[in-house]
T-cell receptor, first 119, second 109 residues
Framework: GAVVSQHPSRVICKSGTSVKIECRSLDFQATTMFWYRQFPKKSLMLMATSNEGSKATYEQGVEKDKFLINHASLTLSTLTVTSAHPEDSSFYIC???????????????FGSGTRLTVV | GQNIDQPTEMTATEGAIVQINCTYQTSGFNGLFWYQQHAGEAPTFLSYNVLDGLEEKGRFSSFLSRSKGYSYLLLKELQMKDSASYLCAVGDSNYQLIWGAGTKLIIKP
C-alpha cells in the first residue's frame, strides 16, 4: 500500500532556531500534501495544503512566514518552522493524497508524525 | 458552518462490542472516513463510506446514513490493543477532510 515517510520523528530545538520537517511519498506520486498540527488530546488541525509546483494554501490563522511549506516535487514536501518558540511545540503530521483528488476513496496516507519540542 | 460530533471518551470491556457514533454537518459530502490513532502516532486509515449502508472489514464495521448525517464505527471482539482514539472525518465539497475531535476508547480487562 501507499507509504508516506516523515522525518524526523522527534526534534528538540532552541528558541529562535528553525526546524525543517520532510514528508516523502515512497511509492506513489502525491499531487497534494497536507500539513497538520495536533495538540495533546485534540484532533488534527489543518495548517496548509500544498500542491506540487505551486504555493501552499494556508488555513486562516496560520502564519505563512512562520510555517514555510515547499512542495518541489511529486514525492517531497517540507515544512520549515522558522524562529521557533516554545508555543510551537506540538505534533506535526503530514498527509499525502494520490491522484487528482477526485477519488478520495484512496484514503489519505499519513506520515508517522514529528514531535517538535522548542526549549 | 461545518461540524462533526463524536463522543469524547468511551469505555468497554475486552471481548465485548462497542459502537462509536459520529454526526456531521458539512458543506458538501464526498465520503466519510474513520481513522485509528494511538497516542503519539499518526492516524491509521480504517474505513471509507460514500454510500449508505454497512461496510464490514474483519472485526471493524462502519455504517453511513447520508440522509441523517450519521455514521458509526462498530468494533467487535475488543482487544486491549484497540485502546486508541478513533477519528471521524468527512470529505467536503473540495475533497478536504473535516475532522472530528476524536473518541478516546478505553478497553478494560
Amino acid at each position: 500500500g501507499a507509504v508516506v515517510s516523515q522525518h524526523p520523528s522527534r526534534v528538540i530545538c532552541k528558541s529562535g532556531t528553525s526546524v525543517k520537517i520532510e514528508c516523502r511519498s515512497l511509492d506513489f506520486q502525491a499531487t497534494t500534501m497536507f500539513w497538520y498540527r495536533q495538540f495533546p488530546k485534540k484532533s488534527l488541525m489543518l495548517m496548509a495544503t500544498s500542491n506540487e509546483g505551486s504555493k501552499a494554501t494556508y488555513e486562516q490563522g496560520v502564519e505563512k512566514d512562520k510555517f514555510l511549506i515547499n512542495h518541489a516535487s511529486l514525492t517531497l514536501s517540507t515544512l520549515t518552522v522558522t524562529s521557533a518558540h516554545p508555543e510551537d511545540s506540538s505534533f506535526y503530521i503530514c498527509s499525502a493524497r494520490e491522484g487528482d483528488g477526485q477519488m478520495p476513496n484512496y484514503g489519505y496516507t499519513f506520515g508517522s508524525g514529528t514531535r517538535l519540542t522548542v526549549v | 458552518g461545518q461540524n462533526i460530533d463524536q463522543p469524547t471518551e468511551m469505555t468497554a470491556t475486552e471481548g465485548a462490542i462497542v459502537q462509536i457514533n459520529c454526526t456531521y454537518q458539512t458543506s458538501g459530502f464526498n465520503g466519510l472516513f474513520w481513522y485509528q490513532q494511538h497516542a503519539g502516532e499518526a492516524p491509521t486509515f480504517l474505513s471509507y463510506n460514500v454510500l449508505d449502508g454497512l461496510e464490514e472489514k474483519g472485526r471493524f464495521s462502519s455504517f453511513l446514513s447520508r440522509s441523517k448525517g450519521y455514521s458509526y464505527l462498530l468494533l467487535k471482539e475488543l482487544q486491549m490493543k484497540d485502546s486508541a482514539s478513533y477519528l471521524c472525518a468527512v470529505g467536503d465539497s473540495n475533497y478536504q477532510l473535516i475532522w472530528g475531535a476524536g473518541t478516546k476508547l478505553i478497553i478494560k480487562p
